[in-house]
């Protein structure tokens, strides 16, 4: 039987977490006949990544959402290269220019939604008719789409995945404390998430102030960079934690110190799914997270770590404490995280649910 070839179209200029899936895919597909095509934007981060990994590039301009001519672009190149069909990721406007260009050029297209905000009337209209499938990472993000007027038969979940390896060594807990200036006898938490408002971090803080006399000595490890920064570091000191909130910006080894963290806490308001929840999983590490979005299928409740409602800053710093307080239940939440994300969040497992959407689409 003949490979299928699939166009994937990934617009961002970074390495965000969309852009990750997409690369994950493009690594295991091949073993699953799929020959795979990535179109980006011009000098995007992941055309490099995507040749390292063999798979035949295209950088194409794209000027965000109103670059109507990139559909016309992207046409072009689909009409030469003759593709089973389009996957496209990115909505940085190519989920509506990849769907236009697709319909265009005559090739089936399937569309990968990751963030679980409803839209508007007019976007349902005119954006998911130009696609025979959809793929939705969460249940959560699919009831969304439902909800949004789209129709339950059009849609698969898919879940996002990591490769859960890289995340089973990890730093120890010395080597945290020497790198980041940490106080050797203090818990340490930890929280991966865009600098921005729907991730809760305010929550968070507040949390941990609340905490202030029960566990004084707390640190706090802030992973990760946005607009808000500025402002959330004068909420910190506000707050009096200032000497206990460590902002280290965006790390490619992130991975590196999940494992050596007592607690990763995500008090996100919304969230598709939240692979950093997998990645703490995957590293032994229990989680504390808001009942948000797509999250509660990323952490088994009482099995793998504690929800609580989103914007709830009294339940988030009960959680907190119950699992600082009881080391034995936060080491078994911790214990069971690897076999959680083996069983149902691996990046082959992923591959094959796509490639069986693309069989499924495509009547093989």
Partial sequence: MSALKVVHVETGRYLYGGARQVLH??????????ESLLVCSRGAEIAERGRALDVRVAELPMRGDL???????????LRHERPDLVHVHSRRGADVWGGLAARMAGVPALLTRRVDNPESALAVRLKYPLYQQ????TEAVKQVLVGNGV?????????SAIDPAPYRQHASRAELVAAFGLDAGAPVLGIAAQLIGRKGHGYLFEALQQLAQRHPTVQLLVFGRGPLEAELRAQAQALGLGGRVHFL????????????????????????????????????????????????EAVADGQTGLLVPPADVAALAAAI???????ELRQRLGAAGPAFVEAGFTASRMAAGNRA????????
């Avoid at 959407?357 to 093989?364: E, I, P």
């Fill in 25 to 34: 895919l493009l690594e295991h597909l091949p073993a699953l006949g799929v």
């Fill in 67 to 77: 670059d109507l001519p990139f559909a016309f672009r992207l046409a072009a190149l």
């Fill in 134 to 137: 959809i793929v939705a990472i």
């Fill in 151 to 159: 129709p339950a038969d059009r849609i698969a979940v898919v879940h």
């Fill in 249 to 296: 910006g965006f790390r490619d080894d992130l991975g590196h110190w999940l494992g050596a963290l007592d607690l990763l806490v995500h008090p996100a308001l919304a969230e598709g799914m939240g692979v950093t929840l997998l990645q703490a999983a995957a590293s032994g590490t229990a989680v504390i997270a808001s009942r948000a979005g797509g999250i509660p």
């Fill in 321 to 327: 404490a119950r699992l600082l307080d009881d080391t």
């Fill in 357 to 364: 959407v693309y069989r499924r689409l495509l009547g093989r």
